[in-house]
């Protein structure tokens, strides 16, 4: 079935109060509002002789829009696109990782110009590193009582329901892992519209000292943090890229000094490896470092471990309190695994002690895809497929319950004729669970309890694990990993 032609416009004019200025590319007239016995609206009025003889040129910060030539200097002052003083806490590349030239893959062919010797191989490969993890992770879906009016709402569409059922769970996991509670931060990263961090501080209610820290790099419409006046609750937004986020040059972190518990839902790919380094790392180490130590660990240093016992035993527990830790907990529903990055990616001593490298990541990441992508269909349904993608991304949505995979990702341009559709799922989910064991292998060498588990069913996001992680000293029983 052939593809339609796009309609024609439906107007021979262009409404009432608006731009007479037709835009080709988009089959219709500019819908910008014009001045009083104007034409055409500021971005197209060079267009037309008749308005004037002043010259509209591209602008050099951002080509997207054109600007007055004769008021290009004043423009450059106030250009959304100039460069804005850098805050203290944006640090260069310090969650980005070592970079090592020498593991740099060299000219790396698609999947689809590999020979079926070589993709064999890589399957063999990545079969025998798998040997011994469980690919059946435990079901952990759960639900909490902050969303049961949102969630039996009769106006919610399919969309709306799946994104509440899966923050829901999110939510009941984070009670579950007892991280749901007062005087503590958090940081909530690929933030969007800040919906995660509702949901908790809506469930939270009136807990004393709760402070939110939504992390996301893109400017995000229909934010709905700022809606939230509770006196309990703080929520700041910082529009930065975790790779460059110093968390204890936050302000607000390094005056308060409360546990931090990292949030996200669908945290794409590489963003999830930079902000477990985020947390663990780089937070956490420079918490440590500090020459203002926690009381805990200062009552540690003073008093040796018998007489910490002793006093607990008398029931003095309020002279000992709970080991504290910078980084309470983590919960995190990770995502596309094809957009990872081997430089970034937390886990490269795991793949190292495989006797795997930066080579076989590649290919790993890229074959994850196949996990959630299916097969490829005709021409004409990959352009659908990804017409309605880009529809759903100007419609602002933050969420990729598809897998996030783009249909024309090259690792999903040629079937190997030697896999069935199945077989080619189950690798794609084999490269997707050791990605996830180099992240779990990462946290409990930095002192750790991580798991991974089904946080909802596969109907509601093909993207259905989360990895949750406590400190070693909690006591709390979910901390096997």
Known sequence: MAASAPAPHTTDFPAEGRCSYYVEKKRRFCRMVVAAGKRFCGEHAGAAEEENARKRILCPLDPKHTVYEDQLAKHLKKCNSR????????????????????????????????????????????????????????????????????????????????????????????????????????????????????????????????????????????????????????????????????????????????????????????????????????????????????????????????????????????????????????????????????RHYVGKEYFRALGLGAVEFHYFQRMSSWATCGMRKTSLEASNLTTKRKDKQNDDSEEHDDGGCIITDESTERVPGFLTVEEKKKIGHLCKLLIDQGRVEYLQQKGFSPALQYYTDPLVSLENVLLTALPNHSSSPETTA
């Open 83 to 342: 460069e804005k003083p850098k805050p203290d806490f944006f640090i260069q590349d310090i969650n980005a990782g070592l970079k090592d030239g020498t593991e740099k893959p060299e000219q790396l062919v698609p999947i689809s110009s590999l020979s079926e010797e070589q993709l064999e191989n890589l399957i063999k490969k990545l079969r025998k590193a798998s040997e011994g993890l469980n690919s059946t992770l435990k079901d952990q879906i759960m639900s909490h009582p902050a969303l049961h009016d949102a969630l039996n709402d009769p106006k919610n569409g399919d969309s709306a329901t799946k994104h509440l059922k899966q923050q829901a769970s999110i939510l009941g996991n984070i009670e579950k892992l007892k991280l749901l509670g007062p005087r503590r931060c958090f940081v909530e990263f690929g933030a969007g519209k800040g919906k995660l961090s509702h949901w908790v501080d809506i469930a939270l209610k009136d807990a004393e000292k709760v402070h939110f820290i939504l992390v996301e790099k893109v400017t995000t419409r229909f934010k709905v943090d700022g809606k939230h006046r509770k006196k309990n609750s703080v929520f700041e937004r910082l529009q930065i890229d975790i790779q460059h986020l110093c968390l204890n040059k936050i302000p607000l972190l390094s005056k308060e000094k409360l546990p931090v518990v990292g949030i996200g839902k669908h945290l794409c790919g590489v963003a999830t490896d930079l902000a477990l380094r985020c947390l663990v790392e780089t937070y956490a180490a420079s918490c440590e470092e500090r020459n203002e130590e926690p009381l805990a660990k200062r009552i540690k240093n003073d008093k040796t471990e018998k007489e910490i016992n002793t006093l607990a035993k008398e029931g003095n527990e309020k002279n000992v309190p709970e080991k504290w830790s910078p980084v309470a907990g983590i919960v995190i529903a990770l995502c596309c695994h094809h957009r990872c990055d081997w």
